[in-house]
C-alpha cells in the first residue's frame, strides 16, 4: 500500500535487532571493554498544560554534566512543526536528534501529502521508534500542539508508553511541578492563568530540585500560531561578569628570545607529471 | 489467567493493574481499574486508560508494562484492521485475540504484557478471551487479569453465575473491581466499563452504536450487594 511517509515500511510484527545488541553492549561495559561516555543529563522541569485556546508548553534552562551546570541557557522546548513543539527531558543528546529526526519526516510528510501534520501522528511515530529502541534513547518527551482536530497534550517515555492527558510535569523536578499542576489546574483556563500555572510549576521544580534551574521559558500553541518566549522569566541570580577578561596585545612582557635554525636534508626529489589534458 | 503482572521488573510504566470481562447474553463487558504505576511506589497517572478499541466491536484490556502493551495493541489495531479489509467484512473476536497471541508469544522474551480480548461478531455472539503473558489463548465465560485478580478470585468464583442478566453482570464488574482496587496498591483511580453488544440491525451503521455505554465509577463509591 501507498504510505505518504518517508519511514521505512514497518515489516509486520516487531523487530528486536537492537535487543541482542544492547545486550552485548552492555556486557561488554561492565567488563570494562566498552566504557560508554557519560551522556549530559537535561535534569529538568518540563511541563505542559492544556487551555482554553490551545496549549502552553514550559521548561527550565539548565543542562548538567554530573554536578556541574554544563548549559544555563539550554534550549528544551524543541521545534517539530509549526503547530507542535516538543519538550525534552532526560538525555540531552537524544531528546534533541530525536525531535530533529521527528521534525524532519513531518516536514516531508507535509510536504508529499500536502496536509498539516496531526500530533497523533508525531506521537505515534515517536512511539514506533522509542519502543524499538527498547529504553536505550533516554528521552522522555511532552508534545503539545494544535491541529484541526483541537489541542492536545501528550506524553512518551523512552520505553515507547504513551498517554494523552490534559497537564503534565515531567523529568527530575516533576514532582514538585505536579504538585502546583495538581492544586490549580482548572479545565478551559484562559492566556494569563494558564502561562502562570505553567511557570509556577517549572518554578516549583526549579527551587526543590538541585539538577533544574536557571531561568523559564514558556511555548503558547494556538490555532492562529506560536509564542515562543525564551526566557519568559530570567533567574534573579544570573551572574554578570564584573570585568572584561580580553587582554592585549604584548600584556605579558617578552624576557629573553631564541631562535633555532632547524637544519633540513633534501633527501629524495621525485617529480609527476599531472594529466592536465588541455583541449585539443 | 494472568496471576501476576511482575511490577518490580518491569522497566518504565507498569500497568499493575485489574482488568476483568464478563459475557452475558447478547454481549459482553469488559473493564479495568485506571491506574498506571512506576516502581510500584509512584502513581504516573491516575486516569490512564488500558481499555483499546481494537476494531468496532471488539475491545482489549491491557496489563503488564504500558509501553509493551501499547506496541502490541497497536500493532493488533492495524493487523485487524487489514485483516478485515481482506475479507470484507468485520474481524471474528477469534481473529483479533490470535492476533494478540501471536505477538505475545512469539517475542515471549522481550516483552512483559498480558491481555483480555473481547467483544462481538455475528458467527458466535459474545465472547471472552484471555491472552496471557506467555501467549497463552483461553476462551472463558468470564476472566479476570492483572496483579488486582489475585484479591478477587474468590469473590469472583463466589458471585459469577452463567445466564446473568446486563444489570447483574455490570454489578459484578463494578464490585468485583472496586473491591481488587481496595486491596491492590498499584490497582486504582476510576472503574472503566466498556459494554459491548449487537446494536441496530445493520451491520455496517456507525459502530458507536454497538458500544451501548461506556461507564466510569468512581473508585472510592462502596462495593454494593
Known amino acids: ?280 | 489467567m494472568n496471576r501476576h503482572s511482575f511490577d518490580s521488573r518491569v522497566k518504565g510504566v507498569s500497568l499493575g493493574t485489574t482488568i476483568l470481562a464478563v459475557k452475558f447474553a447478547g454481549g459482553v463487558i469488559i473493564g479495568s481499574d485506571s491506574r498506571a504505576s512506576m516502581g510500584g511506589s509512584y502513581v504516573s497517572s491516575k486516569v490512564i486508560n488500558k481499555l483499546v478499541q481494537v476494531h468496532d466491536r471488539i475491545f482489549c484490556c491491557m496489563s503488564g508494562s504500558l509501553a509493551d502493551a501499547q506496541a502490541i495493541t497497536r500493532a493488533a489495531k492495524f493487523q485487524l484492521a487489514f485483516h478485515s479489509i481482506q475479507m470484507d467484512e468485520p474481524p471474528l473476536v477469534m481473529a483479533a485475540a490470535s492476533i494478540m497471541q501471536e505477538l505475545c508469544y512469539q517475542h515471549k522474551e522481550e516483552l512483559s504484557a498480558g491481555f483480555i480480548t473481547a467483544g462481538w461478531d455475528r458467527k458466535k455472539g459474545p465472547q471472552v478471551y484471555s491472552v496471557s503473558m506467555g501467549g497463552m489463548l483461553v476462551s472463558q465465560p468470564f476472566t479476570i487479569g492483572g496483579s488486582g485478580s489475585t484479591y478477587i478470585y474468590g469473590y469472583a468464583d463466589a458471585k459469577y453465575k452463567p445466564g446473568m442478566t446486563r444489570e447483574e453482570c455490570q454489578t459484578f464488574a463494578v464490585n468485583a473491581l472496586a473491591l481488587a482496587m481496595g486491596r491492590d496498591n498499584v490497582s486504582g483511580g476510576v472503574a472503566h466499563l466498556a459494554i459491548i453488544s449487537e446494536k441496530g440491525e445493520d451491520m455496517k451503521e456507525d459502530a458507536d452504536r454497538a458500544l451501548s455505554q461506556s461507564r466510569c465509577v468512581m473508585g472510592n463509591s462502596k462495593a454494593k450487594e
Open chain 1, 1 to 280: 500500500m501507498a504510505l505518504s511517509c518517508v519511514l521505512e515500511p514497518a515489516l509486520s510484527g516487531f523487530n528486536f535487532e537492537n535487543s541482542t545488541r544492547n545486550i552485548v553492549l552492555e556486557n561488554g561495559s561492565e567488563e570494562g571493554k566498552i566504557k560508554a561516555p557519560k551522556p549530559m543529563k537535561t535534569g529538568t522541569t518540563i511541563a505542559g498544560v492544556v487551555y482554553k485556546d490551545g496549549v502552553v508548553l514550559g521548561a527550565d534552562t539548565r543542562a548538567t554534566s554530573d554536578e556541574v551546570v554544563a548549559d544555563k541557557m539550554c534550549a528544551k522546548i524543541h521545534y517539530i512543526a509549526p503547530n507542535i513543539y516538543c519538550c525534552g527531558a532526560g538525555t540531552a543528546a537524544d531528546t534533541e536528534k530525536t525531535t530533529e529526526i521527528l521534525s524532519s519526516n513531518l516536514t516531508i510528510f507535509s510536504m508529499n501529502s500536502g496536509r498539516n501534520p496531526r500530533v497523533v501522528m508525531a506521537v505515534n511515530i515517536l512511539q514506533d521508534m522509542l519502543f524499538r529502541y527498547r529504553g536505550m534513547i533516554g528521552a522522555h518527551l511532552i508534545l503539545g500542539g494544535v491541529d484541526c482536530t483541537g489541542s492536545h497534550l501528550y506524553t512518551v517515555g523512552p520505553y515507547g508508553s504513551m498517554d494523552k492527558v490534559p497537564y503534565l510535569a515531567m523529568g527530575s523536578g516533576n514532582l514538585p511541578a505536579m504538585g502546583i499542576l495538581e492544586d490549580r489546574f482548572k479545565a478551559n483556563m484562559d492566556l494569563e492563568e494558564a502561562k502562570s500555572l505553567v511557570s509556577d510549576a517549572i518554578h516549583a521544580g526549579i527551587m526543590s530540585d538541585l539538577g533544574s534551574g536557571n531561568n523559564i521559558d514558556l511555548c503558547v500553541i494556538t490555532k492562529e500560531g506560536v509564542d515562543y518566549i525564551r526566557p519568559h522569566k530570567e533567574s534573579p541570580f544570573n551572574y554578570k561578569r564584573q570585568a572584561k577578561y580580553k587582554y592585549k596585545p604584548g600584556t605579558t612582557p617578552v624576557l629573553t628570545k631564541t631562535v633555532t635554525q632547524v637544519e633540513l636534508e633534501l633527501l629524495d626529489e621525485t617529480v609527476q607529471m599531472m594529466e592536465t589534458a588541455g583541449s585539443s
